[in-house]
């Protein structure tokens, strides 16, 4: 039984079963915020698989020979014996929960839910769902409940149930494709954004910019405003729309901004090219 919250002010150490003699086992769990605790940043490997869910704030994790910059909302998941590091961004630092598994399907359960994964993060798309089963889970703890392990399995799983609905990515030229497309149905909407870019596609911001990049050879942000400046030329040439309509239409809510965007996209301003006419 754990009932206390000792265990998230510290690395855990909470064995449970054999797992030797197990399908599966939860070996180890864990809660750290590391705006009171200081990130380890050295490289070392484990003796077990852990999958970690992100509650906020933003980190780095080195894996494999590639920098993975992870945030508020996403999972990350580690094999056991391999080299690894993870440490916490020093303005925002992230909060994460974890769990260690092993057993005879631990290896079967890591690669299940690695080939949800690209790479070796991913963003939820849980709508809130996995932040709800982990805040009923410290909220228990917070209050001193004594939580069990077969508790701690079912939370787990729930976690591993939301991964299961995450669609099976890609490869990167399918991905960027995609991205292209939900720019084409979203680029106006002065709502839109990056970010929202990746949580439809799926992807971590660091890792679809780097994949968009190298595609496209532009950025997703000169891309989007690429199609805004070329809609927005269509309208200040062909009509007598007002500017500031001209703007909310292509994507800004700010007449000043869109103006500034302009002027620096084409090298005139928009009257510049209405006095043409």
């Given amino acids: 039984m754990i009932n206390s919250l000792d265990v998230f002010t510290r690395p855990a150490e909470v064995r449970y079963f054999n797992s030797e003699e197990s399908d599966l086992v939860i070996t180890d769990i864990g809660y750290n915020d590391f705006s009171v605790i200081n990130g380890v940043k ?6 077990m698989y852990t999958l970690h869910y992100i509650i906020g704030g933003k980190g780095f994790l080195n894996y494999g020979g590639k920098e993975y910059s992870l945030s508020g909302g996403m999972f990350f ?31 079967k359960h890591f690669n299940a839910v690695k080939n949800k994964f690209y790479d070796i993060a991913i963003e939820s798309i849980g709508e809130g769902k996995t932040a709800g089963i982990l805040e009923e889970y410290v909220s228990a ?4 409940e004594e939580i069990g392990y077969y508790k701690i399995l079912s939370v ?20 960027v494709s995609n991205a292209k497309e939900y720019i084409r149905l979203n680029a106006f909407n002065p709502e839109f954004t990056v970010d929202i870019l990746c949580k439809l596609t799926h992807m971590s911001h660091s890792y679809l910019c780097r994949l968009f990049l190298s595609g496209e050879k532009t950025n997703i942000k000169k891309y989007v405003t690429g199609i805004r400046m070329i809609q927005a030329m269509k309208l200040v ?22 103006m500034k965007v302009f002027k620096k996209y084409y090298g005139k301003s928009c009257n510049g090219f209405r006095n043409k006419k």
């Fill in 42 to 47: 050295i490289y070392r490997k484990q003796n």
């Fill in 77 to 107: 998941i580690l094999p056991k014996n391999e080299e690894f590091r993870y440490y916490p961004d020093k303005t925002d630092p992230w909060k994460y929960i974890w769990f260690g598994f092993e057993g005879k399907t631990a290896e």
């Fill in 141 to 144: 703890l917070s209050a001193g």
């Fill in 156 to 175: 787990f799983y729930s976690l591993l149930d939301e991964l299961e609905f995450l669609p099976k990515p890609s490869g990167g030229n399918n991905i």
């Fill in 237 to 258: 040439s062909s009509t007598d729309m007002k500017i500031k309509n001209v703007a909310y239409s292509v994507g800004y809510y700010d007449e000043l901004n869109f």
